[in-house]
């Protein structure tokens, strides 16, 4: 009887504290849970519960936690700029298509257009998915920079000694930045057994990290170095690299590297993994106008107070083609898609991206979730020819004539 007693009152207590949860959120944080599932296959929801997820996945600790990008205290400005000419896109008909939920051109510092929909404005923050992987990589040239990571040849298990005996011994930073590792990896979004769907469930084992976990069972598929092959895995383990080179939290690095310095206007969130570290090939909570001034900050040459956070020639040889992807005009530069015209752009699943393209100073931002899917190509094409569009405004504007790609 005094075990049922103990039982009913520890159960109660958990009722009384879930409840008080509940009633601390704010209406639209209730109502989102409502419409939330409490599993993270972020990839086989639909598309109502993407709609309501991507823009509260850090205000869901029921989903997943989130680590804090504190910004600082004097975020750069972005003044308006004129209204783009007339775009050979109708920009209304792109924003429906694409389901934006933010659309950002900034042109020589200017905002030049900037639209919102689905029911999000310029205050809200949206999951970025792989743009993150760009962020990722700009931190690794920063902890070259700062003398904590030594060379891009070193070997992963240098800094992740648990994956020593693995097929990452084989291995180079460079080689992950570049996605040829040559390690077999499943990136179907359809499939529900491929990797990148399963290994942020993974039960790791005790003590060690849960990528770190999966990653070290896969097995060698061809030499390291012999191909290009996407794995969002390779760039959590970058993350796990930096981190663990630095001695901090992805977070708090990206906060003092980047966010800080480049004038953020709001804090940001990273996502966690179940053990507890930022998933870098993924996961940032942004505001869509701080996602256009990080292209900024790279168009810029990544500079505080005039100096580089980057190595000499690190950002240059990041954003150009490291590794050919089998498709003329494409790249891909260390966690960057490269265009044949100097243009690149990170890139998530359903709709994120950033376009950097320096010779036009022209950044373009836009969040959206796709209707087609995680890679919808009819989206992928829309979105290309709106670039294309814009370029193209801008060069008649300056009466360039040049040719879009």
């Known amino acids: 009887m005094k075990y049922k007693k103990t039982l009913f009152a520890a159960l109660a207590a958990l009722v009384l504290v879930g409840a008080a949860i509940w009633f601390n959120l704010d209406k639209e944080t209730r109502g989102l849970l409502k419409a939330i599932p409490t599993n993270r296959d972020v990839l086989f929801w639909s598309q109502a519960q993407r709609d309501a997820a991507f823009r509260a996945l850090d205000r869901l600790p029921i989903l997943a936690k989130a680590r804090a990008i504190p910004a600082g205290a004097a975020p750069r400005p972005l003044p308006p ?38 029911d999000f404005d310029a205050a809200g923050r949206w999951t970025s998915f792989s743009v993150a992987k760009s962020i990722t990589s700009t931190l690794v040239g ?14 992963v298990s240098v800094y992740v000694p648990q994956m020593k005996g693995s ?17 077999r990896w499943n990136e ?40 290009w092959h996407y794995s969002t895995g390779e760039t959590n383990l970058v993350g796990i690299i930096v981190a663990q080179a630095v001695g901090k939290p ?45 292209g900024l900050f790279v168009i810029e040459g990544a500079q505080v107070d005039g100096k580089s956070v980057l190595p000499e020639g ?34 998530g699943i359903f709709g ?29 094409e829309a979105r290309q020819a709106f670039w294309s569009a814009v ?15």
């Not at 769907?197 to 390291?224: K, Q, T």
Request: proline share 6%; charged share 25%; with cysteine.
């Open 142 to 155: 920063a902890a070259i920079a700062d003398g904590f990571i030594k060379s891009m040849d070193d070997k």
């Open 188 to 227: 179907d979004y359809a499939d529900p057994k491929s990797d990148v769907a399963r290994f942020n469930n993974h039960e790791p084992e005790p003590g060690v990290d849960a990528l770190v976990s999966y990653l070290r069972r896969l097995p060698r598929e061809v030499p390291a170095g012999a191909r």
């Open 167 to 183: 097929a990452y011994d084989d291995v180079s930073l460079r080689q992950l930045l570049t996605m040829t590792s040559g390690i």
């Open 314 to 347: 690190w950002l240059a040889e990041a954003t150009t083609e490291r590794v050919g992807i089998g498709r003329p005009g494409y790249g891909y530069g260390y966690q960057w898609w490269t265009f044949s015209d100097g243009s690149f752009a990170a890139r």
């Open 352 to 380: 994120q991206s950033i376009l950097i393209d320096p010779k036009r100073k022209l950044v373009i931002a836009s969040n959206a979730n796709w209707s087609g899917g995680a890679s919808h190509k009819p989206s992928i």
């Open 250 to 294: 992805l977070a708090e690095y990206l906060s003092e590297k980047i966010w800080k310095p480049a004038g953020m206007e709001q804090s940001a969130t990273w996502i966690l993994s179940p053990t507890g570290s930022e998933i870098s090939g993924c996961c940032i909570q942004a505001a869509t106008r701080d996602f256009a001034r990080f």
């Open 81 to 118: 700029g004129p209204p783009l000419p007339k775009l050979a896109v109708d920009v209304d008909a792109f924003m429906a298509s694409q389901r934006n939920a933010a659309l950002i051109v900034v042109h020589e510092g200017k905002v030049r257009l900037e639209r919102y929909g689905l």
């Open 391 to 405: 370029q193209k405004a801008l060069d008649d504007e300056a009466g360039a004539g040049t040719a879009p790609r």
